[in-house]
């Protein structure tokens, strides 16, 4: 079975642009959580889709939105980049209940300049 | 905001000896779970332990959990080099829904 696939994995981009984050998750996982990691903040939960709505949301900026397709895969994007967004994205799914095991993936490495 | 507090931040020892690492929380929890994640990349479940559990165990891993004391810990034994990785417990709150709240994270170092 494949794992959970996030892409791009690396990606550089400047002050003020957007970037849109993609992740497909386990075969049969409906839920997919969204996570940001820094070296100041650690491990932040940005928010949880499951069947196409967003069912739990972290304290994050109305910059960062996500949304889940009919076939589970999600995107997160963030507008007008600032260089404090500058982490790395991971992305997790579970069969049901984001509070379960959690699957992740490689994460995606963004770069803000 | 974090809800764990790892202890120790750093552990350095050799092969062969054992790595105990402790996490503790604030609020009730459903469940703590421990994950790994080698440098820069994503986690790895090593497992789930429920709040109405005391002691879990998995190959060379033991959890324990006390609730009274809002706190966990991690024991791996006979350690690998292979084991070098950060370790983070995270929790399942009773009050935040569907998100796991994780710890900093202790970074593990197992010399050959």
């Known amino acids: 079975k494949a794992g959970v696939t996030q892409t791009p994995r690396y990606l550089i981009k400047t002050r003020g642009q957007q970037v849109t984050l993609s992740c497909s998750p386990i075969s049969g996982h409906r839920s997919v959580s969204w996570y940001q990691q820094t070296p100041g903040q650690g491990l932040q939960f940005l928010f949880e889709y499951f069947s196409e709505t967003q069912r739990n949301k972290g304290n994050f900026p109305g910059r960062f939105s996500g949304r889940q397709f009919s076939n589970s895969r999600s995107e997160m994007n963030v507008s007008t980049l600032e260089l404090g967004d500058s982490a790395l994205y991971l992305c997790?799914?579970?069969?049901?209940?984001?509070?379960?095991?959690?699957?992740f993936g490689e994460g995606s490495r963004l770069t803000v300049l | 905001s974090q809800q764990g507090e790892e202890d120790p931040q750093a552990l350095s020892i050799q092969e062969g000896e054992n790595a105990t690492m402790n996490c503790s929380y604030k609020?009730?929890?459903?469940?703590l779970q421990w994950y790994r994640q080698n440098s820069g990349r994503g986690l790895v479940h090593l497992i789930l332990?429920?709040?109405?559990?005391r002691e879990k165990h998995s190959g060379r891993l033991r959890v324990t959990l006390d609730t009274s004391k809002k706190s966990s810990s991690l024991l791996i034994t006979a350690s690998r080099a292979a084991d070098t990785a950060s370790y983070f417990c995270a929790t399942a709150e009773e009050t935040s829904g569907s998100r796991l709240t994780f710890g900093e994270g202790t970074q593990l170092t197992v010399n050959p």
């Open positions: 997790a799914s579970s069969l049901e209940r984001a509070t379960g095991e959690l699957f």
């Open positions: 609020t009730s929890i459903n469940n």
């Open positions: 332990i429920r709040s109405n559990e």
